[in-house]
């Protein structure tokens, strides 16, 4: 966008409508990116009606410090691309500290202009600011707007473009005379400094700022005797100094001009306040949203949405409206009930079931049910169980398959109501056609449909769980959440908002990722995003089921015992990674605003949740598409028959994928399973974790120990997620480091979790060996050490 | 010394000085909470930290640990 002629900034606190002002300024024009090298959301968007104007939307912060990334990332962007001129949105409900971000912002030299939010919920309240008073005192021009109501902001980008054009710059802040006279000294030991820049060097000098250009902290040593007298004669550090200096120049402005009425009463925001972070009903009013959060996003509209796209849109279609859908059912199961279910298939399930073969209960219940959907689902998961068992007694899949193959048709969906069908059908019938190859065919159905159908089935959930995130946050809440959850939370290294992402992460990985958003501080984002796939997700649920089944008897502990797992792994990976150098640093204080209460408007909730929707399809549906090719060549590709060539119905073991798998199984050994069959399975499961169980049938548990199949399930459950997670953790790093770092923690877990289980169970249940027993105690007392450990906490991390 | 932490809820105490350094301290007093001014604490949370506090007509929350940092009078 550098064909734009004048670029504005837009600056100001969070919750001061700065979104809602950059929204109605730029209109649909925008550009959502990420600030280079942090996490930090970039926008930038056209001036409605000016093609010429661009407008740099910069975080929301309260100051410019050098401490968060959101404050480093605007100053470095006023300082080195030098905008055309500042618009600093001020809430006037909340003067005096929205103006101290604008004693700092006019030091910078940039022509400035204010925008003042909510003058008209001043009024209501009873106080009164004096516009033009307050607009002569800063010397700064200011226009009066409701960002929500929409009204002024002509005048404010009007103001701003002229400010722009004159090149004027503002009169800063004026502090205490000897200050005064330091700082002015301070900026006359300068050379070879942009002459607007020079105000804004010597404060941050004399602050001892440690974010400075080298040619700038060059001078520090010669302005530390200035610096020292005046810390001597006011008994403060330097820095502390120029922050009262500031709110002392604010309250000298402000008086006479800003008239506020006594408080006394309180308002509706405080009154909601007092019910909603109530010492008893805060906890019961935070499990009721955030269970209405979940339960409508993930287990209803989502489950709903999703299920419609992956089988539906991404599978042989749907019926449209659902009409018909009924119908179809009601003909199939009828089908099924003729021809499917003699009295041969259900005598051998019935003599199964009185085997104790596994799963035949639930067939034998599918048939008892009358539903098709059930049993097909039953069958292709223990069907071949059956049939393996004693030479084929309860064999039921001949007189299955034959029924099926019969000169009975099966309904056809058409005939139900009007039949929609789902992309696969639509491309293949369109690759078809063309007469393309087999090879181009299965590249584009199982490489590229399959791949981009597993990223949009959980688009549609996303979106109905982004527009509550942002209603939550845009409302006020999402800053209580963190107010309420904070005692609990930050013991482990995280936030009091990271409930909601491992909260989501039980529905799915992806949204929960992305859910971390919310959390400003990043240190505790980037801790929220390292762990919240550990807990079992949605697609990890089969895997527990077949491992339940298939090893123990469905027994009612292995589901909580995989849930447990994933919280255990969410603590300790909490407390022994706030401990490390990656996460040490700054120590992150939590002194956050509890913004006041209001509606938020829908334009700005729909718009933040397609933002942040369409930014995971665009870059984790790139990555996805591409590894599911990759992973659809190699499972493709391999030998038939002594020689290497493409066969779409290769067995596993022989493709690629299965020469890897086999070369590199040994990795598994100490954990129990080095099985050609378990490592593909592991690798699947990048695409999908319900691919593990595709891959991993019931009958390839025959071999495995009861605790290597545990092992087994510990180490899926903990180690790196699909690539959609992965893709969505890349997308809310924005470092390829870090996302590499996560990945790779994840796997070093889940395989010390895994050699901990098989290594002590073994030897408890005497197979074990030696050293892999002493291995595992040590690893034992390696992780609690680190967890123990002591370090330098930082002074808010105590107590 | 008497700091923030000690304030009873629904008390009001007037800020004499700010202790520590760093991050923290910047920005406990970039949020407004400086030499002088008047800090209402206004509740703690459910589990008893951090606390609510309203400083120049807004409402801040702050932990208790981070409350010793401020010397009030």
Known sequence: ?799 | MKTLRDVAIGETAKVVKIHGTGAVKRRIMDMGITKGVEVYVRKEAPLGDPLELTVRGYELSLRKADAEMIEVA
């Open chain 1, 1 to 799: 966008m550098a064909d734009s002629k004048i670029t504005i900034a837009l600056a100001g606190n969070p919750n001061s409508g700065k979104t809602t002002l950059f929204n109605s300024l730029t209109g649909s024009n925008q550009f959502v990116g990420n600030w280079p090298g942090v996490t930090v959301e970039k926008k930038e968007g056209k001036l409605k009606g000016n093609k010429d104007v661009l407008i740099e939307d910069l975080p929301g912060i309260y100051s410019l410090s050098p401490y968060t990334s959101e404050e480093v990332v605007s100053r470095n962007f006023l300082v080195d691309e030098n905008p055309d001129a500042i618009l600093n949105i001020v809430d006037s409900t909340n003067l005096e500290r929205n103006l101290y971000l604008t004693t700092q912002l006019l030091e910078l030299g940039i022509p400035t202009v204010i925008a003042l939010n909510m003058t008209d919920l001043v009024e209501k309240s009873g106080d009164n600011i004096d516009t033009k008073k307050l607009s002569e005192r800063l010397g700064v021009q200011m226009a009066e707007i409701s960002a929500l109501k929409g009204t002024g902001i002509d005048e404010a980008s009007k103001l701003a473009v002229n400010a722009a054009q004159s090149k004027k710059a503002p009169k800063p802040a004026v502090f205490s005379k000897d200050v005064e006279d330091a700082l002015r000294e301070i900026e006359g030991l300068l050379v070879n400094v942009p002459e607007h820049l020079k105000r804004w060097y010597a404060v941050k000098l004399f602050e001892r700022d440690q974010k400075l250009p080298e040619n700038i902290a060059a001078y520090a040593s010669q302005a530390e005797a200035i610096i020292t007298k005046i810390e001597t004669a006011h008994d403060d550090d330097s820095e502390s100094i120029i922050t009262n200096e500031r709110y002392e120049y604010i309250a000298s402005v402000l008086n006479g001009c800003y008239g506020k009425k006594k408080a006394g009463e309180l308002s509706t925001s405080d009154k909601i306040d007092q019910i909603v972070t109530n010492r008893w009903l805060a906890l019961p009013i935070f499990a009721a949203v955030m269970w209405l959060v979940y339960y409508i996003s993930v287990t209803t509209i989502g489950t709903f949405v999703t299920d419609w796209t992956n089988d539906g849109l991404f599978g042989d279609g749907y019926y449209l409206f659902g009409n018909g859908r009924a119908e179809y059912t009601e003909a199939m199961n009828e089908y099924y009930t003729e021809n499917v279910w003699t009295d041969e298939v259900k005598a051998n399930v019935d003599k199964a079931v009185e085997a104790g073969i596994t799963g035949a209960d639930d067939i034998q219940a599918a048939i008892a049910d009358g539903d098709y959907e059930a049993f097909d689902e039953a069958y292709g998961f223990y069907g071949s169980e059956l049939d393996e068992k004693e030479n084929g007694v309860y064999s039921i899949s001949d007189t299955v398959d034959t029924a099926l193959a019969e000169d009975a048709p099966l309904p056809a969906n058409e005939d139900y109501g009007k039949w929609v069908p789902g992309i696969p059908v639509l491309v293949e019938n369109l690759l078809d056609g063309m007469g393309v190859n087999d090879f181009i065919k299965s590249l584009v159905l199982d490489g590229i449909v399959a791949g981009v159908g597993a990223v949009l089935g959980f688009v549609p959930q996303m979106f109905v769980l982004f527009a509550f995130l942002a209603f939550l946050e845009a409302c006020g809440y999402m800053a209580r959440v963190a107010f309420v959850m904070d005692r609990i939370f930050r013991r482990f290294g995280l936030s009091g908002k990271s409930f909601i992402p491992v909260l989501i992460g039980t529905g799915c990985g992806v949204p929960g990722v992305m859910a971390s958003r919310t959390i400003e501080n990043e240190r505790d984002r980037r801790m929220t995003v390292m762990t919240t796939t550990f807990i079992p997700c949605g697609a990890k649920l089969p895997i527990i089921a077949l491992i339940a089944s298939a090893l123990f008897r469905k027994a009612s502990w292995v589901a909580p015992s995989a849930y447990f797992l994933g919280m255990a792994a969410i603590i300790i990976s909490g407390i022994i990674l706030k401990k490390t150098k990656m996460f040490a640093g700054e120590p992150a204080p939590f002194v956050m605003e509890l913004p006041a209460y209001h509606w938020p408007t829908l334009t700005n909730i729909l718009r933040s949740m397609w933002e942040r929707g369409w930014s995971f399809i665009k870059k984790a549906g790139s990555i996805i598409l591409l590894s599911s090719i990759v992973i659809w060549l190699g499972s493709t590709f391999g030998w038939t028959d002594g020689s290497f060539g493409w066969n779409p119905d290769l067995e596993l073991e022989s493709s690629v994928l299965g020469a890897i798998g086999n070369a590199v199984k040994w990795i598994f050994a100490p954990l129990g399973f080095a099985e050609i069959k378990a490592t593909i399975a592991t690798v699947m499961g990048l695409v999908a974790k319900e691919e593990v169980v595709g891959v991993f049938g019931v009958l390839d548990f025959e071999g495995l120990s009861k605790l290597a199949g545990y092992s087994f399930l510990a180490f899926n459950l903990l180690c790196a997620p699909c690539f959609a997670a992965i893709g969505a953790i890349r997308r809310e790093m924005n470092s390829a480091k870090w996302t590499w770092f996560a990945i790779g923690w994840q796997c070093l877990l889940a395989y010390i979790a895994a050699f901990i289980i098989y290594q002590l169970g073994s030897l408890f249940t005497g197979t074990g060996n030696i050293i892999g027993g002493i291995l595992a105690i040590a690893l034992c007392a390696l992780i609690i050490w680190l967890m123990v450990r002591p370090y330098n906490e930082s002074q808010t991390a105590k107590a």
